[in-house]
């Protein structure tokens, strides 16, 4: 059987309350109303809330007030403001802060069916889909990495088998493939994951300040050493110690920490007493190792004692079916993080990150979604959103050079509203963003609705 | 056409209807903004008249209603409670500027009245496109459904009302 909708009408007059609650219960659905914002928030937790119809000005908690709230205790629950008097720039605000809809009362009924039913149908579609979709993950995750590409999941595989070994690890890969994400996760995955997780940046530092950084050292071990200092290698204890970029550091430390991982302990700076070393070792490297030693700026004998397990991760331009996985990644957590509301990308702005080539792999990814995030004005990533380099050669409008954004999206709106007939919803949901950003659109660009002449 | 809706009712529901006396419409209900009647304060100067041996009482008002959310309602019930109302105004041919058809507004009437008492009954809208409980917001969609309720709603109906049914051996 079909599990019972549930709707929560908040307004403060009572007339409104019961007319609507009517209405709404003539048509199947679980009503309940509440008088003002405070009385409503009482109410969040008794169901589970499929709707709720805000009206926009109450006395004390309005409806966007009302709105966050609701918003950040009941996320899956959909709001409606409803108000008698419509100014766009509310609108607009309502949408933006994540309200599904805002309705000028009186409504059409037949739009307010067609609204609450579209809602409803979304929202069992979310679900199942968030069900697919966990289920899905499940396989593909490890810890805060995703991928579906088979050499990953292999690497994911052997990192659940290496976790629980001491050895040594070294991680090879371009810059922003995930190298110490991987490193982390072997890390969580192992027994000592309640254990300290510390990195070092070996590229970051000069010879001198590295060797201290990683051993620490004595008082008086040189100039300005007015107090004894633990090292990293000493604070990472019984965890892992994580060295980054072990392929930048200098031949006389490489030595160093040869001598260092044989013998498995090590004497601070300017100190005397040897400390055994408790943690496990993973290094990582964006460098071509095989070829700083050809060139001999890195120490074979090195190589081999960091080398016993191996891993090395593809870049993204090899593994491109990673690409929509990261996406939809990204996509969820800058939504936690940025407080938004973004559902996807279009299919147009999908297919150029799929064309590029992301040098900078996960990380330019990560990035390109970032800024998308923050300038998008819908709940959907446009091409526009994307600061990609247009690959050359790209099929697009002859005549689109030289022309303004503003002049292509005004071009671009009028088109797609003529192909729809000037179907305000369908054009608005084919240009991915909302209603009221639509209408502000036709408004700034004067778009007018042509005769269609009959040939 | 009341007593013509009297019969029909009657015989629909096979339990006795009367025609009670005019009421006038209650003042409060009217909008000035809107030039419309608020539906749900007419239903409650409604309920006030219900006779004590009635089960349901069915307001029939030649006005054009509405709540506040909704540009226009053509009637109004309590969901499995006593009172309903049904307006006249857009069921009437003039009202979309075509020539007066009382046979068109007898059978948008019955099918309207029918679909509110379906309501006082308990009933919710049917997906049914046939059945008189579809949801309709426009009288092309009250002019497509058909005039009766659909196997499911007819056999809770018949369950609803089973109380107060006239049994045949007993009719006049
Ligand atoms: N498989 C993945 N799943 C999810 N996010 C990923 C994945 N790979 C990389 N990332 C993202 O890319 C970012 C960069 O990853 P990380 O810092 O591990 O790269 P790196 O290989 O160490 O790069 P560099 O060589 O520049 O230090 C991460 O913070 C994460 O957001
Ligand atoms: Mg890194
Ligand atoms: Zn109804
Ligand atoms: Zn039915």
């Given at each position: 059987?079909?599990?019972?909708?549930?709707?929560?009408?908040?307004?403060?007059?009572?007339?409104?309350?019961?007319?609507?609650?009517?209405?709404?219960?003539?048509?199947?659905?679980?009503?309940?109303?509440?008088?003002?914002?405070?009385?409503?928030?009482?109410?969040?937790?008794?169901?589970?809330?499929?709707?709720?119809?805000?009206?926009?000005?109450?006395?004390?908690?309005?409806?966007?007030?009302?709105?966050?709230?609701?918003?950040?205790?009941?996320?899956?629950?959909?709001?409606?403001?409803?108000?008698?008097?419509?100014?766009?720039?509310?609108?607009?605000?309502?949408?933006?802060?994540?309200?599904?809809?805002?309705?000028?009362?009186?409504?059409?009924?037949?739009?307010?069916?067609?609204?609450?039913?579209?809602?409803?149908?979304?929202?069992?579609?979310?679900?199942?889909?968030?069900?697919?979709?966990?289920?899905?993950?499940?396989?593909?995750?490890?810890?805060?990495?995703?991928?579906?590409?088979?050499?990953?999941?292999?690497?994911?595989?052997?990192?659940?088998?290496?976790?629980?070994?001491?050895?040594?690890?070294?991680?090879?890969?371009?810059?922003?493939?995930?190298?110490?994400?991987?490193?982390?996760?072997?890390?969580?995955?192992?027994?000592?994951?309640?254990?300290?997780?510390?990195?070092?940046?070996?590229?970051?530092?000069?010879?001198?300040?590295?060797?201290?950084?990683?051993?620490?050292?004595?008082?008086?071990?040189?100039?300005?050493?007015?107090?004894?200092?633990?090292?990293?290698?000493?604070?990472?204890?019984?965890?892992?110690?994580?060295?980054?970029?072990?392929?930048?550091?200098?031949?006389?430390?490489?030595?160093?920490?040869?001598?260092?991982?044989?013998?498995?302990?090590?004497?601070?700076?300017?100190?005397?007493?040897?400390?055994?070393?408790?943690?496990?070792?993973?290094?990582?490297?964006?460098?071509?190792?095989?070829?700083?030693?050809?060139?001999?700026?890195?120490?074979?004998?090195?190589?081999?004692?960091?080398?016993?397990?191996?891993?090395?991760?593809?870049?993204?331009?090899?593994?491109?079916?990673?690409?929509?996985?990261?996406?939809?990644?990204?996509?969820?957590?800058?939504?936690?993080?940025?407080?938004?509301?973004?559902?996807?990308?279009?299919?147009?702005?999908?297919?150029?990150?799929?064309?590029?080539?992301?040098?900078?792999?996960?990380?330019?990814?990560?990035?390109?979604?970032?800024?998308?995030?923050?300038?998008?004005?819908?709940?959907?990533?446009?091409?526009?959103?994307?600061?990609?380099?247009?690959?050359?050669?790209?099929?697009?409008?002859?005549?689109?050079?030289?022309?303004?954004?503003?002049?292509?999206?005004?071009?671009?709106?009028?088109?797609?509203?003529?192909?729809?007939?000037?179907?305000?919803?369908?054009?608005?949901?084919?240009?991915?963003?909302?209603?009221?950003?639509?209408?502000?659109?036709?408004?700034?660009?004067?778009?007018?609705?042509?005769?269609?002449?009959?040939? | 056409?009341?007593?013509?809706?009297?019969?029909?009712?009657?015989?629909t529901?096979?339990?006795?209807?009367?025609?009670?006396?005019?009421?006038?419409?209650?003042?409060?209900?009217?909008?000035?903004?809107?030039?419309?009647?608020?539906?749900?304060?007419?239903?409650?100067?409604?309920?006030?008249?219900?006779?004590?041996?009635?089960?349901?009482?069915?307001?029939?008002?030649?006005?054009?209603?509405?709540?506040?959310?909704?540009?226009?309602?053509?009637?109004?019930?309590?969901?499995?409670?006593?009172?309903?109302?049904?307006?006249?105004?857009?069921?009437?041919?003039?009202?979309?500027?075509?020539?007066?058809?009382?046979?068109?507004?007898?059978?948008?009437?019955?099918?309207?009245?029918?679909?509110?008492?379906g309501?006082?009954?308990?009933l919710?809208?049917c997906?049914?496109?046939?059945c008189i409980m579809?949801?309709?917001?426009?009288?092309?969609?009250?002019?497509?459904?058909?005039?009766t309720y659909c196997g499911s709603c007819d056999s809770v109906l018949y369950l609803?009302?089973?109380?107060?049914?006239?049994?045949?051996?007993?009719?006049?």
């Amino acid at each position: 059987m079909e599990s019972k909708v549930n709707i929560l009408i908040v307004d403060d007059e009572e007339i409104v309350r019961e007319s609507l609650a009517s209405w709404l219960g003539e048509d199947g659905y679980e009503v309940a109303a509440a008088e003002n914002g405070a009385r409503a928030l009482e109410r969040l937790p008794e169901r589970d809330w499929n709707l709720a119809m805000v009206d926009l000005k109450m006395p004390g908690m309005d409806g966007i007030q009302l709105m966050d709230e609701i918003r950040k205790t009941r996320p899956e629950t959909i709001v409606i403001i409803m108000t008698a008097y419509a100014t766009v720039d509310t609108a607009v605000q309502a949408m933006k802060k994540g309200a599904y809809d805002y309705i000028v009362k009186p409504f059409n009924p037949e739009d307010l069916s067609m609204t609450i039913r579209k809602i409803i149908e979304h929202q069992k579609l979310v679900k199942e889909n968030l069900y697919l979709r966990k289920e899905l993950k499940k396989q593909y995750r490890l810890h805060d990495m995703v991928s579906k590409n088979h050499k990953m999941i292999e690497i994911f595989d052997l990192v659940k088998t290496v976790a629980k070994s001491n050895s040594i690890v070294l991680v090879q890969g371009e810059s922003g493939t995930g190298k110490e994400l991987l490193s982390r996760a072997i890390h969580m995955e192992s027994p000592r994951k309640d254990e300290p997780f510390v990195s070092v940046s070996c590229a970051a530092l000069t010879e001198n300040l590295l060797e201290s950084e990683l051993f620490g050292y004595e008082k008086g071990a040189f100039t300005g050493a007015d107090q004894a200092r633990s090292g990293k290698m000493e604070l990472a204890k019984d965890g892992t110690l994580f060295l980054d970029e072990i392929g930048d550091i200098s031949l006389k430390l490489q030595m160093d920490l040869l001598r260092v991982i044989e013998q498995r302990e090590f004497r601070r700076v300017g100190g005397t007493q040897l400390i055994p070393i408790t943690s496990r070792i993973i290094a990582a490297t964006n460098r071509d190792l095989k070829k700083a030693i050809e060139e001999g700026k890195f120490r074979e004998d090195l190589y081999y004692r960091l080398n016993v397990i191996s891993i090395h991760i593809p870049p993204l331009r090899e593994r491109k079916e990673d690409i929509p996985l990261l996406v939809e990644h990204f996509l969820d957590r800058f939504n936690i993080e940025m407080g938004k509301n973004v559902d996807g990308v279009a299919e147009s702005a999908m297919r150029l990150l799929m064309e590029h080539d992301w040098p900078g792999n996960a990380r330019e990814l990560r990035n390109v979604i970032e800024r998308a995030m923050v300038v998008t004005k819908g709940r959907m990533i446009l091409d526009a959103d994307l600061s990609l380099p247009r690959p050359s050669g790209v099929p697009g409008a002859p005549d689109s050079r030289g022309k303004s954004l503003a002049e292509m999206e005004k071009e671009h709106i009028r088109q797609v509203l003529q192909e729809n007939r000037w179907n305000i919803i369908r054009s608005a949901h084919i240009l991915g963003i909302d209603r009221v950003t639509l209408y502000n659109k036709i408004r700034k660009y004067e778009l007018k609705k042509e005769p269609v002449l009959n040939t | 056409m009341l007593r013509k809706l009297q019969v029909h009712l009657r015989d629909t529901f096979s339990v006795p209807a009367r025609i009670m006396k005019t009421m006038s419409v209650p003042e409060g209900s009217y909008e000035r903004s809107r030039n419309q009647y608020n539906s749900t304060r007419i239903l409650r100067e409604i309920l006030k008249e219900t006779p004590p041996d009635a089960i349901k009482i069915l307001g029939i008002v030649d006005r054009d209603l509405c709540i506040p959310i909704l540009t226009f309602v053509f009637g109004e019930a309590q969901l499995g409670g006593v009172a309903s109302i049904v307006a006249l105004a857009r069921l009437r041919q003039e009202f979309y500027g075509l020539s007066p058809d009382d046979g068109i507004l007898f059978e948008r009437l019955c099918k309207e009245t029918l679909h509110e008492l379906g309501h006082n009954f308990g009933l919710i809208h049917c997906n049914d496109r046939e059945c008189i409980m579809y949801l309709s917001n426009t009288v092309r969609d009250v002019d497509r459904k058909g005039t009766t309720y659909c196997g499911s709603c007819d056999s809770v109906l018949y369950l609803k009302t089973d109380p107060w049914r006239v049994q045949p051996w007993n009719r006049r």
